[in-house]
């Protein structure tokens, strides 16, 4: 006769009474809604029964795996991080050679992939923070080319782009013998770019130190320039003079110091290039292809973000005597930042996960080692899945909280 | 102090013609908004422009202070003519306040900051001076306790009186008011006016586009009537209410004393 969720219900009306009597007491209401109809009660009823579906879910799945692999003998646990991985990367940026351990594969992965996630931000950010303030330009070319673009890269597969740069413009670059050469110093083949790498000699410490006191310098001045502006409303050219201080003081010191500094070229030995630094083509596809791919969305929300400030904020700024460029930097881009914010950290985090797509081109990335050559090698698909997963949670969720924190810091008040 | 003798200084010379609009139009695209307007107006004249809704009122105010360009005729506000060279039109806004319909504020700064970031960016005064002349504008208009709250923290009539006081900070030689009571609730637009009559007691230049009919009658040494773009009117008070010339006039004072 009573469907069992109604017992479960019935149930729960017995255990939650004394607590709703309690309840009407002090708020002295005359007579509360039967359990039955009490939202309450019916929200708990909900929750308790989700919360059961994901366990018995979680569980079902556990053991089923858990099962399977003892059925086939496969061995669990993370032991086979210490075994010797025997094959070789094209690029890395920690000490690695095919008798490392998996372990350091797993270093080799995640370290190329932060760098490329990280290049690609930086770039990202500049191209889709000008391409759209471009796209609002009263100049009519300008503002159709950033139009052109955002609505040809952002409807195009990013894939299919990283295919572009790759197998359509890098793989198609002359062969070394034949590199298109800039100076005798720099080079670009179908095997990667090749810059020329600094040597530091005796004496460059100096150098350093010379860093070290002009970035302390920038701060001391920003520091004294802000006080003086308070006392006498002087507005001192902070951001000329820092630029000054932070490209002078470290050039006269390199004279200072006889030029301590020796560039390694890259040249031509036998089929290929050594020495100097080189970036190889798979990292310069992805490269691109991400920068171009999350740039054209970047300018979108920062087209958005600008417009959703209005434009009686712009009048009242120009009405008080503010020429255009302060309004823009003290009325304009603080409200827009609150707009834009949110959206860019969503890019950002797309931008880290779509570098996944580094295995399609084979670039070493944390998928293409460790989820890649690593499983195959290994088995050990449950553990390598879970760590890599980990990884790019982690990854995602630090960005979240750093870009949580500015938004927090530059968001409007309000009641 | 020193404000009260400076103003007083001001009524003193009162020198005539202080915006100087001669055979001024303006189109938008092929729509005439603005058509031959002339008009003088002195040193601590007060001018309430009145007219229908679409009749280029607030058109013709944000064309004072270059928020609107026009097309023919010239424009001299304190002897500098408004031309499209900026420094003419930044000497202009430096010296010409301005209060909008819906206040315009800047929501991210204090009421404070919002009064302060005009004379300490524009006009380089000292952040201790420029909060203190801040704190003494916010007294005039009667909200001193608000100015570290923020301006979503306001009610209208209060956001509109810090509006008036962001507009004063500036030591403006004229002040225009663009509608300040219409987005208001009835019971604030008396806070709001109360303040706007104590400000042309003290002999600002003040050019109000207004619908207070009662604020004309007490303050206004002209009140024009526009319609279509064009002057249609212009009189005392006393004459523009009793015995309007116009026919047009006349239907508008009709429609509007009626309620």
Redesign the interface.
């Known amino acids: 006769m009573i469907p069992p969720g109604l017992t479960v219900m019935l149930f729960l009306q017995g255990s939650f009474s004394g607590r709703g009597m309690k309840k009407q007491t002090i708020d002295s209401r005359p007579t509360g809604p039967k359990p039955l109809y009490d939202p309450r009660v019916r929200a708990l009823f909900f929750q308790v029964i989700s919360l059961a579906a994901v366990f018995w879910v979680g569980w079902v799945l556990i053991d089923n795996t858990l099962s399977n692999m003892q059925s086939r003998g496969i061995s669990t646990g993370f032991g086979f991080l210490g075994e010797s991985a025997g094959f070789g990367i094209i690029m890395h940026l920690v000490p690695y050679d095919a008798t490392m351990s998996y372990g350091r594969t797993f270093w080799v992965g995640l370290t190329n992939t932060l760098l490329v996630s990280a290049m690609g931000i930086v770039t990202a950010t500049i191209l889709g923070f000008v391409i759209g303030v471009a796209r609002l330009s009263s100049n009519w070319l300008v503002a159709k080319v950033a139009l052109v673009y955002i609505e040809i890269i952002r409807n195009i597969p990013l894939l299919l782009q990283i295919f572009f740069w790759y197998f359509a413009v890098l793989s198609n670059l002359p062969s070394p013998r034949q590199s298109v050469e800039v100076g005798g110093a720099l080079f670009l083949n179908n095997r990667g770019l090749y810059l020329p790498g600094p040597v530091l000699q005796d004496g460059f410490g100096l150098v350093w130190g010379a860093v070290v006191l002009a970035l302390v310098a920038v701060v001391g001045v920003r520091v004294w320039a802000k006080k003086r502006?308070?006392?006498?409303?002087?507005?001192f050219p902070t951001f000329k003079v820092s630029i000054a201080l932070l490209i002078l003081l470290p050039l006269v010191a390199y004279f200072i110091a006889g030029r301590p500094l020796e560039w390694d070229l890259p040249a031509l030995k036998g089929f290929n290039f050594g020495g100097g630094i080189t970036l190889i083509p798979e990292l310069v596809a992805l490269w691109i292809a991400l920068s171009l791919y999350t740039a054209s969305f970047i300018a979108e929300i920062v087209r958005s973000g600008i417009l959703s400030v209005?434009q009686?904020?712009t009048?009242?700024?120009?009405?008080?005597?503010?020429?255009n460029g302060?309004t823009l930097r003290?009325?304009v881009i603080?409200?827009a930042m609150?707009v834009i914010i949110p959206p860019l950290t969503s890019q950002y985090l797309n931008l880290v996960k779509n570098s996944s797509l580094a295995t399609a081109i084979g670039y070493p990335d944390l998928v293409a080692v460790f989820m890649g050559t690593t499983l195959n090698q290994t088995g050990q698909a449950v553990e390598v899945v879970a760590i890599t997963m980990a990884v790019y949670l982690t990854i995602s969720l630090l960005i979240s909280l750093f870009m949580n924190l500015y938004n927090r810091a530059?968001a409007?008040?309000?009641? | 102090m020193t404000q009260h003798t400076e103003s007083k200084d001001v009524q003193a010379v009162n020198k005539p013609g202080i915006i100087r609009v001669e055979g001024m139009h303006k189109w938008y695209g092929n729509f005439h908004v603005l058509k031959d307007l002339n008009l003088t107006i002195d040193q601590g004249e007060r001018i309430v422009i009145c007219g229908p809704s679409g009749s280029g009122k607030s058109t013709f105010i944000r064309c004072i202070?270059r928020?609107e360009e026009h097309q023919q005729g010239r424009i001299i506000v304190d002897d500098v003519e408004l031309t499209d060279d900026?420094r003419h039109i930044?000497s202009v806004?430096?010296e010409?306040?301005?209060v909008?319909q819906?206040f315009?504020?800047?929501?991210?700064l204090t009421v404070l900051e919002n009064c302060c970031?005009?004379p300490?960016?524009?006009?380089?005064?000292?952040?201790?001076?420029?909060e203190a002349c801040a704190m003494e504008y916010l007294e005039r208009v009667k909200i001193p306790d608000q100015a570290n709250k923020?301006p979503?923290?306001l009610s209208g009539g209060q956001q509109q009186r810090v509006?008036i006081a962001?507009?004063l900070c500036?030591k403006p030689k004229i002040m225009l008011f663009d509608e300040p009571t219409s987005a208001l609730d009835p019971e604030m637009i008396k806070e709001v006016l109360d303040v706007m009559i104590e400000l042309a007691g003290s002999g600002m230049t003040m050019i109000c586009v207004t619908h207070e009919m009662g604020f004309a009658k007490t303050v206004a040494d002209r009140v024009i009537f526009m319609d279509g773009g064009e002057i249609v009117e212009e009189a005392p008070p006393s004459e523009f209410f009793s015995n309007p010339r116009e026919a047009r006039t006349q239907q508008f004072l009709q429609q509007i004393l009626q309620h």
Do not use: C
Request: charge should be positive.
């Open positions: 502006q308070l006392a006498t409303g002087d507005i209005s009686g904020q009048e009242a700024s120009k009405a008080l005597g503010l020429p302060l003290l009325v603080p409200q609150r530059v409007i008040k309000e009641r | 202070n928020l900026v930044d806004r430096r010409v306040g301005m909008f819906h315009n504020l800047f929501p991210h970031l005009s300490i960016w524009v006009r380089k005064t000292p952040r201790r001076e420029a923020y979503g923290q509006a962001r507009a500036m």
